[in-house]
């Protein structure tokens, strides 16, 4: 890791109260650097402002899960008020990510309740985050999870790819091989495209509220009702 002195990112200035600006550390992490690991003592938190981190635990077989994967927010936040991390965060792409020391965090959400309200905001939009990988894991198909993760964590219908189609394999619960002929079969349809290292449909999903009869048919249409069933 090399530090730097940077500017704090906006959101992470209106968030934090400034007596924990200048307590928050600027690096650049080489990829494949581990920012912490499961059963460690927290020390600090982390915010990715640009590149790409995963927390990841190990399966039954030792093949790494990814749990969550992070290029913009939080990391280590669950281990808050924890006596040990719960599962590793390792640098998938080189990246510009703020250490924020633990203790001092959690003396300022004590001491200072319209940073703890501000602070629970953001936990809640993490829930909704989350609710919607659980909802993505439920999909029966490997093209229904890949085309939900373009639709809920892509940017107008385009997802970058990143650290690979292995990590997001990973990240959907589905093998790489499967993943690499879902791919193939919607370059081939001309549902999906692979440009400049990101995924993108060939025609974006419908607005909310528009008639849906014409997406594409089969798990296109399962991510719809999926989707629709929670409004």
Not at 177 to 206: K, M
Request: a positive charge; glycine letters at 10%; one cysteine or more.
């Amino acid at each position: 890791m090399s530090t730097h002195a940077r500017e704090l990112p906006v959101e992470l200035k209106e968030l934090l109260p400034p007596r924990l600006h200048a307590r928050c550390a600027n690096g650049r992490y080489a990829r494949g650097t581990t920012l912490f690991e499961t059963g460690r003592r927290p020390a600090f938190m982390f915010y990715v402002v640009s590149g790409e981190v995963t927390l990841e635990r190990h399966g039954i077989q030792g093949e790494p899960v990814v749990l969550q994967r992070c290029r913009r927010g939080f990391v280590g936040e669950a281990s808050l008020h924890s006596s040990r991390y719960h599962c590793d965060a390792r640098v998938v792409t080189d990246a510009d990510i703020i250490r924020i020391p633990l203790r001092e965090l959690g003396e300022a959400l004590d001491d200072d309740p319209s940073f703890a309200v501000r602070w629970i905001g953001m936990l809640n939009r993490e829930v909704r985050r989350l609710r919607q990988q659980c909802e993505r894991l439920s999909l029966k198909t490997v093209e229904a999870r890949l085309l939900h993760l373009l639709d809920t964590e892509g940017s107008d219908g385009g997802y970058r790819v990143g650290a690979g189609l292995k990590s997001i394999a990973r990240e959907i619960g589905v093998t790489h091989e499967a993943l690499y002929r879902c791919v193939a079969s919607l370059e081939g349809r001309g549902i999906l495209n692979r440009i400049d290292g990101c995924l993108r449909r060939s025609v974006a999903p419908p607005r909310e509220g528009a008639h849906r009869t014409r997406q594409a048919p089969g798990a296109r249409g399962t991510v719809a009702r999926a989707l629709s069933s929670r409004r």
